[in-house]
């Protein structure tokens, strides 16, 4: 820009007159440029204000996409938050996730097959190994194994399959990552789910076993000997066994969980130093006085080797038998010289876990019909230019007619101010005749008196529609109550807290950027015990104390020593039982899209963890109730042999011997009760005590009932003689052979009442109560909102109604001034149409007179 | 007549041609540029003025009906909010609605309802423990003795097949009651109030997910390992079924070895499978041997029996030759083959009815009404994204004719010179 051009823009600024009028004097020429310049930059200033305000206003625009693609949606899925409502709101995890498990070799290997049982095992055979010898209890081992493995890939299948039955429910689409981390959630706690429960009932079932000292087959735990009485007649005799391991000798009566490596053994069992001789062993096998805690314990070295195969099942009568070894060269996660059995089935046999997820399969089923999103937009053209322009011209409008006036007023003031006397009533005579006076309808053409009064007029109509629209339009933006969206970037937990609080607002969501986090982070369960099991009732002490040998029936309390330490074991159990739910409660991953209020999210907690409560004894009882049903109606011979008799009989010269079941008790009323119909035959315990004179006397124990297993008559007892110390005394007196440590009474307060039986303990595994700590601060950190949005309903602000007011003006007046005239016209015509003919009479009247 | 239509016709014509030329007129001498504070501006002035009208009217005209389109087709959200709804109200909402429920976990049982009806065996005299069926079974079962002989025959084994028959019965009973209220406790969760097709599949797929796979799985699982721990860990029974003492050596201190109970002649052993099992011979009165349909007797009760079937307690004719072997006094009758539904009645063993847990028939309720009422969803609201809102175009239209008046009636006059002075210019570049 050279500088005439420069000179010249000047002086176009600076005669740049906006307000020309006819009035071409010096005076008003002066008065109107200042006008125009004080217009402007007023202008200016209110427009970029105006301008800012609303390029940063908000303003959602509402976007649709019908029967999009997958590859749309994840294109689109980048940037916005897309809203896919799901045309089928419901699939089975069967058709969006492909889980197959692999398992160990060992399953489906020879050593599982009928005919290594029966290698196993000579049905012709009439003489006993030792127990420690392999070919004792290697049958039942490995029919034990196979059943291990049958019942472990049941359970994995069994719960893929329901697992697969699951419906995975979404009523919007999910995103890949949203739904990978959901369903990875899912499959995660099934995998950790299914092999526990398995491995839980089977220690549980162990127990059950040790506890009745229930008698195996094999004659690892026991053996039958026979014996010639005095009187030349024949009976049975039942031993315990035991085991040698590292230089200790053990009794499984005492100490039921015995073991020692399984070998092959000759005549001879032990050498001068009480060791095994060994003709070989089985590298990693282990015996137990029950074949199922020796199996779990082995490891399958030995069966990863041919040649070690081979020399084993040379010990066996024909061994032409071909059996294959386990392949050592298959991949496993299990490494054969040191996992146990236990340990392999723990995992339910499983290698790996062949996993799938297919989020096409899925986007496919919830075939969404349409895809909608809301862009949050700062700046939208289209709006904002709308906004400007409106606003722009609603202020020309008041500031073409205000800025003339203060102008003029301000200047006129120094000149005219001593001419009029300054006068309320002559200012208002003024102010009323500019008023009448006021003229927006001029016109270049039409500027006859009659034509000005009628300009005059459409003014006032104008200003008067005109006013009473902007009033009725200002009340109604002031008035009406609009919903906007808010976003909130990193949101502090204070900040949340307080906002949900707020009940003006609504849909309060903030997303959690971490959808999934185990309960163990914001959730602590802690069992408060019934005191039994922290007793001296089930320390050794009182075991052995009532482990009493010179007892005659089978209901006195000296006999009690098996109940108690099924007691213990129930104790310890229960305690394993909630530590192992625990475990898996903890694990239970939480899912939440938004961050809950605390309410919500204390009252979600508290159904999860009463839940729990409820659920976890209820296994444990289930599981018990049916192993003492199918215990008592098989008759299972019980190591303190209460239940069962070895007969020797006569017959034709040779001993024969028979089992005969002692199932039945003369109950207190002398009442003939068999236990194989009746599940409930007890008969009340007696303590039998020496009196004076050295009689015994016995006395009923309050509370106790005996029956023929040890675990019924647990359940069927309750605590009421543990409350009395002095029955605790009387006890120790009656029983013990010398000084005894001191055993305590119960005495804490307790939610249970004290006759309540030991098997509504059991089942409710002696929990008094539960002590719950719901953390809501870790909740909102492992949740991590990044941010938070919500809705609120509010009037408008000042600034906005007047944005909102001004911007409408200008169309309203455009449109108004182009109407009024017409419309005072139209009105005008139709009133003469009516008045004319009125006013025609008239003047014929007069023109009679 | 005829001459006043013409006359009508011609003055209608008249009137219309002198209104086209009136509006003709107006058109041409339009000037929406006059400055109104200087009147009868010179003829230039006025032809620009006029010029600028035309333009200052194609223009607006070009961007109103262009604002117009655009408002009308673009999607304008419009939220309804009611309050406290009823199920009437609710259900004649569009699905879209959102209803937050006051309780996020709402429990089954406030909303469904499971009954079941358990297989007419499990209630009968079979396994009444009072019953003079069991009475009867118990003296010859006391009668019987321990001979090894007699270990496949009716009098000594049917109380303990009934017997484990009952244990069934009670135990699946007892786990369907324990499962059903466990589910009935817990809680479905749901922020929102579900639709009710929604509502329908997800609880109808939990519930037929429990009734179907989860609770019988569970049992039959249960069932099998305490079975074959039991079995497999070698447990003696003391009805002597699976292992008998057997004496070698006849001197005192000499170990009783036990040897393992063969079934079916000597082809099946007790200690290498737990499936050896024979059909239960039943003595007549006339001392004939006869099978008993469908029992089985073996190693352990509980093991035959699930591989037997029912066949015999459906059976009058058999029930009858037992009556009169035993001279029962009241004789027992058979049950109905119509009331069960596991057909048929000689091929369907009792493990597959266990794995229904002896259930016939599941009645399930569920009441949409109920779950509504425990959502107690206090505001609903729906948000229909709409086009051709008449009040968002008039605002719209509103204030954007406004500016755009003000606008061009500044630019125009500037711009037309401009345009005008281009075009010339080119113009006298191309000549």
């Not at chain 1, 908000?58 to 976007?63: C, L």
């Not at chain 1, 007649?233 to 031993?239: E, L, M, T, Y």
């Not at chain 1, 109730?625 to 007969?647: C, K, P, W």
């Not at chain 2, 004649?92 to 079941?116: A, E, K, R, W």
């Amino acid at each position: 820009m050279n500088y005439s051009e420069k000179m010249r823009l000047i002086r176009w600024l600076s005669q740049l007159n906006l307000f020309e009028s006819n009035a071409i004097d010096d005076y008003s020429i002066k008065l109107q440029r200042r006008s125009t310049r004080v217009y402007i930059i007023v202008l200016l200033i209110a427009l970029l204000l105006l301008s800012i305000y609303g390029l940063f206003r908000n303003e959602t625009t509402y976007i649709e996409i019908q029967n999009p693609t997958i590859n749309v949606y994840e294109q689109l899925q980048d940037r916005y938050t897309l809203e896919c409502p799901c045309s089928d709101v419901s699939i089975s995890f069967q058709q969006i996730v492909g889980l197959v498990p692999t398992y160990h070799e060992i399953c489906f290997s020879d050593f599982v097959t009928q005919r290594w049982f029966e290698y196993l095992f000579d049905v012709s055979k009439i003489a006993s190994y030792f127990p420690v010898d392999f070919r004792t209890s290697a049958t039942y081992q490995f029919q034990l194994l196979a059943i291990l493995c049958r019942l472990s890939i049941q359970a994995i299948e069994d719960g893929l399959r329901s697992f697969f039955d699951t419906e995975f429910i979404t009523r919007q689409l999910l995103s890949k990552s949203v739904f990978s981390v959901q369903v990875q959630t899912d499959i995660d706690n099934f995998k950790l789910n299914a092999p526990n429960e398995f491995s839980y009932s089977l220690d549980f079932l162990r127990h059950f076993l040790i506890s009745d000292a229930l008698l195996p087959a094999t004659e690892t735990m026991s053996i039958f000997y026979l014996t010639q009485s005095i009187n030349q007649s024949w009976f049975a005799r039942v031993d315990f066994d035991g085991f040698v391991s590292s230089n200790y000798i053990c009794n499984c009566y005492h100490s039921p969980m015995c073991n020692a490596t399984a070998g092959f053994f000759g005549d001879q069992l032990f050498d001068k130093q009480q060791q095994y001789i060994y003709l070989g062993a089985v590298d990693g096998w282990v015996v137990a006085c029950y074949p199922i805690d020796g199996l779990l314990l082995s490891t399958l070295k030995s069966f990863y080797n041919q040649t070690e195969l081979n020399s084993i099942v040379k010990f066996f009568k024909n061994s032409s038998d071909n059996f294959t070894s386990l392949d050592p060269n298959k991949p496993t996660r299990f490494n054969p010289h040191n996992v146990t059995i236990q340990t392999i089935a723990k995992e339910c046999f499983v290698e790996t876990w062949v996993q799938h997820i297919n989020y096409s399969s899925y986007f496919n089923n919830c075939a969404p019909k349409v895809c909608a999103y809301t862009v949050n937009q700062r700046f939208d053209i289209f709006y904002t230019v709308t906004t400007i322009f409106g606003i722009y011209s609603g202020l020309t409008m008041v500031l073409r007619l205000v800025i003339p006036m203060i102008i003029s007023f301000l200047f006129r003031k120094k000149n005219e101010a001593s001419n009029i006397p300054k006068n309320t009533t002559n200012r208002l005579r003024k102010f009323v005749d500019t008023l009448l006076q006021l003229n927006l309808f001029k016109s270049a053409r039409y500027t006859t008196p009659h034509h000005v009064n009628q300009q005059r007029w459409y003014t006032r109509v104008y200003f008067i529609l005109f006013s009473a629209i902007v009033i009725i339009l200002t009340l109604y933006t002031a008035i009406n109550v609009r919903v906007t969206q808010i976003d909130l970037a990193k949101p502090s937990l204070n900040i949340i807290l307080d906002l949900q609080k707020r009940t003006d607002i609504s849909s309060l969501q903030c997303p959690c950027s971490k959808l999934s986090s185990p309960l163990k982070n914001f959730v602590k369960l802690t069992p408060i015990y019934h005191e039994i099991c922290s007793s001296d009732f089930i320390t050794e002490a009182w075991i052995v104390l009532l482990t009493s040998l010179s007892v005659t029936d089978f209901n006195e309390f000296g006999a009690f020593g098996p109940v108690f330490r099924l007691l213990q074991t129930y104790c310890d159990l229960a305690h394993r039982t909630i530590s192992n739910g625990l475990n898996l409660f903890n694990e239970v991953q939480f899912l939440s899209n938004d961050l809950l209020t605390p309410d919500l999210f204390e009252s979600h907690m508290r159904s999860e963890s009463l839940y729990f409560q409820i659920t976890t004894p209820n296994e444990f009882s289930h599981l018990l109730v049916l192993m003492r049903e199918i215990v008592r109606v098989s008759q299972f011979t019980t190591g303190t042999a209460t239940n069962f008799a070895l007969d020797i009989t006569n017959k034709s010269g040779n001993l024969q011997g028979k089992f005969r079941a002692i199932d039945g008790i003369a109950n207190d009323t002398g009442y003939y009760c068999s236990s194989i119909i009746n599940s409930n035959c007890k008969r009340q315990s007696i303590l039998r005590n020496l009196g004076s004179y050295l009689t015994f006397n016995t006395i009923p124990v309050t509370g106790f009932y005996s029956s023929k297993y040890s675990s019924d008559t647990l359940f069927f007892s309750d605590l009421r003689s543990l409350y009395v110390q002095s029955f605790i005394s009387t006890v120790v007196i009656a029983l013990a052979k010398q000084q005894s440590v001191p055993f305590t009474a119960l005495s804490r307060p307790s939610n249970f009442s004290r006759n309540t039986r030991f098997e509504s303990l059991t089942n409710n595994l002696f929990i008094e109560y539960w002590i719950e700590l719901f953390n809501y601060t870790a909740y909102y950190e492992s949740c991590q909102p990044l941010s938070c949005t919500y809705t609120i309903r509010e009037r408008l602000g000042l600034v906005s109604i007047i944005a909102t007011v001004i911007g409408l003006v200008g169309g309203l007046s455009a449109i108004l001034r182009l109407l009024t005239p017409y419309c005072v016209d139209l009105v005008l015509a139709f009133y003469r149409r009516q008045v004319q003919p009125k006013a025609s009479q008239v003047r014929e009247s007069e023109g009679k007179n | 007549m005829k001459n006043f239509i013409v006359i009508s016709g011609h003055f209608i014509a008249v009137r219309v041609r002198i209104i086209r030329t009136k509006i003709l007129n107006a058109l041409f001498t339009l000037n929406l540029f006059e400055n109104v504070d200087k009147p009868n501006p010179p003829e230039h002035e006025l032809i620009a003025q006029r010029l600028w009208t035309r333009v200052y009217l194609l223009v607006l005209a070009i961007l109103l009906s262009f604002v117009i389109i655009f408002t009308l087709f673009s999607y304008q959200p419009d939220t309804t909010i009611i309050n406290k709804p009823t199920l009437k109200i609710y259900n004649d909402l569009p699905s879209s609605v959102d209803c937050p429920c006051i309780l996020l976990s709402i429990p089954y049982y406030t909303f469904v309802n499971i009954n079941q009806s358990f297989h007419d065996v499990c209630s009968s005299d079979f396994v009444n423990q009072d019953s003079m069926w069991t009475f009867m079974l118990f003296k010859a079962f006391l009668n019987s003795g321990n001979e090894r002989a007699n270990i496949s025959s009716f009098s000594r084994m049917s109380l303990l097949h009934f017997q484990a028959l009952k244990v069934l019965c009670t135990t699946a009973n007892r786990v369907v009651h324990n499962q059903v209220a466990l589910f009935l406790n817990s809680s479905l969760t749901s922020a929102r109030m579900m639709e009710l097709d929604q509502f329908q599949n997800q609880i109808n797929a939990a519930i037929s997910n429990l009734l179907s796979d989860t609770i019988p799985s569970r049992f039959m699982h249960q069932l099998e390992l305490v079975r074959g721990i039991s079995s497999r860990d070698s447990l003696v029974s003391a009805f002597g079924t699976n292992w008998q003492p057997l004496i070698h050596n006849e001197t005192s201190g000499s170990i009783i070895y036990l040897q393992p109970q063969q079934y079916n002649g000597s082809s099946c052993n007790c200690a290498t499978s737990a499936d050896c099992m024979e059909s239960m011979m039943l003595t007549l009165k006339s001392g004939l041997q006869q099978i008993v349909p469908g029992m089985l007797c073996g190693c352990l009760s509980i093991d035959s029996l699930l591989k037997s079937t029912l066949e015999g307690v459906y059976n009058q004719t058999c029930l009858d030759l037992i009556n009169e072997s035993y001279n029962f006094s009241t004789p027992i009758m058979a049950l109905d083959a119509n009331g069960t539904h596991f057909h048929p009645i000689n091929a369907t063993t009792i493990n597959s009815i266990a794995a229904q847990l002896f259930v016939e028939r599941w009645s399930v309720n569920i009441s949409f009404e109920s779950y509504f009422n425990a959502c107690q969803p206090n505001t609903c609201s729906y948000t229909f994204y709409k086009r051709f809102n008449v009040l968002y175009v008039v605002s719209i239209f509103l204030t954007f004719y406004g500016g755009a008046r003000v606008i061009l009636t500044i630019v125009i006059p500037i711009m037309v010179p401009l345009v005008h002075k281009c075009l010339r210019k080119s113009k006298i570049l191309n000549t």
